[in-house]
């Protein structure tokens, strides 16, 4: 079993920065594999970007160039990131990490979900 608690959202003016995080805790294994998906009302679940534990990252071609995904394995943690900049209206959205022993790139098929954190962009 894995938990993932993520934090840091808000509400932000078009143009501004955000760093969303997510603790994870419970069978490492289950996070070989960590992912940030986001969801808007009226929409699916979309892939935002993915990491594995060496750290190699994949993102979705509309986020590449703003937004920058990064683990923390360090001391035993094992925190998840998403640093978002030149944050756009469109951007708003519930944020979600995941997290599985498989790499599911951006497919929503991952195992663990965390609850999700608001991210709302003004204009």
């Known amino acids: 079993q894995v938990q993932l608690v993520e934090s840091g959202g808000g509400s932000v003016q078009a143009g501004g920065s955000l760093r969303l995080s997510c603790a994870a805790s419970g069978d490492t294994a289950s996070t070989s594999y960590m992912a940030w998906f986001r969801q808007a009302p009226g929409k699916e679940r979309e892939g935002v970007a993915t990491i594995d534990r060496d750290g190699r990252s994949y993102y979705a071609d509309s986020m590449k160039g703003r937004f920058t995904i990064s683990r923390d394995l360090a001391k035993n943690k094992n925190t998840l990131y998403l640093r978002m900049d030149s944050l756009k209206p469109d951007d708003t959205a519930m944020y979600f990490c995941?997290?599985?022993?498989?790499?599911?790139?951006?497919?929503?098929?991952?195992?663990?979900w965390g609850q999700g954190t608001q991210v709302t962009v003004s204009s």
């Open positions: 995941a997290s599985d022993r498989r790499d599911w790139l951006l497919l929503p098929h991952y195992s663990y």
